[in-house]
């Protein structure tokens, strides 16, 4: 737990903030329009992941893998952050928030969130395609600027998205699991925890803590060990979970 001193009338007052993690899929996105993934419409439904999202995809065919990959980076520019992600902002002022989040969109960021850690990369990144994770190519990049071919990251190898795909390094695991296995109140939003290793870390939260999974569908796995399942869509959820986290509180 987290301690903040504050002097009142020289009486010093402390305040232990809980430690929440919030752990994110793409189905706390949906309402503000981007699709999920494996949902009826879902984006694997319609186009091939393995051609969309691999290495191998993109040596086959990069200027399908850029078109799509385009087409997302410019499809964030339209859509804004729901309640879902407002509600997990303002949380802060209550507790120690870390978003983890599997999604590459900005929306946590763009609500407020001060503490995100992307595990599958990031939309507004680019990178090199002959080592992804060379911080020197890692750079940000205007959302309104397609990738093109024959664009180049500071390597000279051919510009990419700064996104995980599949086969590839996950990104920030290790830190991943030592927040979840810190935390005092774990939620899990949004997402079919089915891609590991991410789909992992709800084994990672210690057994006796408070935990919540905000999804309007059964799981297809099922629910994992512990958890209570708010059976809402993520902007309803939120704010039924705030409603249980200050049942706690009494
Ligand atoms: P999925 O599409 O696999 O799962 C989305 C989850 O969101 C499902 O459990 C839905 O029931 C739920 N859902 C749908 N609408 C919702 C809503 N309005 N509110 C809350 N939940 C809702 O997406 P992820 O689990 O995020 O990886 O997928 C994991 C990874 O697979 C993604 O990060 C992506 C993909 O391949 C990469 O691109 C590297």
């Not at 850690?117 to 990178?127: A, C, D, N, Q, Y």
Request: with cysteine; aromatic share 10%; hydrophobic share 40%.
């Amino acid at each position: 737990m987290e301690l903040f001193v504050y002097f009142c009338r020289n009486k010093k007052l402390v305040i232990m903030q809980q430690k929440l993690v919030v752990f994110t899929g793409a189905g706390i996105s949906a309402e503000s329009g981007i699709p999920t993934f494996r949902d009826k419409n879902g984006m694997w439904g319609k186009y091939d992941a393995m051609k969309l999202a691999s290495v191998e995809g993109f040596e086959e065919d990069p200027q399908a893998v850029l078109d799509f990959y385009n087409a997302r980076r410019k499809n964030l520019l339209e859509v804004e952050p729901n309640h879902a992600h407002f509600v997990l902002a303002e949380l802060e002022k209550q507790y120690d928030v870390t978003i983890i989040t599997q999604n590459v969109d900005n929306l946590h960021e763009r609500a407020g969130s001060s503490k995100v850690i992307h595990l599958h990369g990031e939309l507004f990144k680019v990178t090199s395609s002959r080592n992804r994770l060379d911080s020197d190519c890692i750079k940000e990049y205007p959302l309104d600027v397609p990738i093109c071919l024959g664009d180049k990251a500071a390597d000279g190898s051919q510009l990419r998205p700064y996104i995980v795909w599949f086969g590839e390094y996950v990104d920030n695991m290790d830190l991943a699991e030592h927040l979840v296995k810190m935390a005092d109140i774990f939620v899990v939003i949004g997402t079919s925890l089915v891609v590991y290793p991410a789909a992992g870390l709800v084994n990672y939260a210690h057994r006796e803590i408070p935990k919540y999974l905000i999804d309007p569908n059964d799981m297809k796995r099922g629910l994992p060990f512990g958890f209570e399942h708010i059976k809402a869509k993520a902007a309803e959820g939120v704010d039924e979970l705030v409603r249980r986290m200050e049942e706690l509180e009494k």
